[in-house]
Nanobody, 118 residues
Framework: QVKLVESGGGLVQAGGSLRLSCEAS????????MGWYRQAPGKQRELVAT???????NYADSVKGRFTISRGDAKNTINLQMISLKPEDTAVYYC????????????WGQGTQVTVSS
């Protein structure tokens, strides 16, 4: 069983900063991709940023230059540093991990709310 626990969401004014963290535990391949996705009310879940076990990163165009994803010191942890936040960044942010153990595995955290006020 794989479990993901997110932390760091909250309420911030436009232009402010927040840092999200996620820790994955359980039977996880050393070769994996972790990432953040978000879902705003009435919208589909969308990719924010991902990072591979080889530290290759990928960002949505809407967050490039403002958000930075990184691997934490502990194994299978990631962080998302968000600066210059905008009201349109308001959403529930979900942590995700993907890896292959005989077949592709895909796990999600419960989500953490990020609210940016104007």
């Amino acid at each position: 069983q794989v479990k993901l626990v997110e932390s760091g969401g909250g309420l911030v004014q436009a232009g402010g900063s927040l840092r999200l963290s996620c820790e994955a535990s359980g039977s996880i391949s050393d070769v994996n991709t972790m990432g953040w996705y978000r879902q705003a009310p009435g919208k589909q879940r969308e990719l924010v940023a991902t990072i591979s076990s080889g530290d290759v990163t990928n960002y949505a165009d809407s967050v490039k230059g403002r958000f930075t994803i990184s691997r934490g010191d502990a194994k299978n942890t990631i962080n998302l540093q968000m600066i210059s936040l905008k009201p349109e960044d308001t959403a529930v942010y979900y942590c995700n991990i993907k890896f292959r153990f005989a077949m592709w595995r895909d796990y999600w955290g419960q989500g953490t709310q990020v609210t940016v006020s104007s």
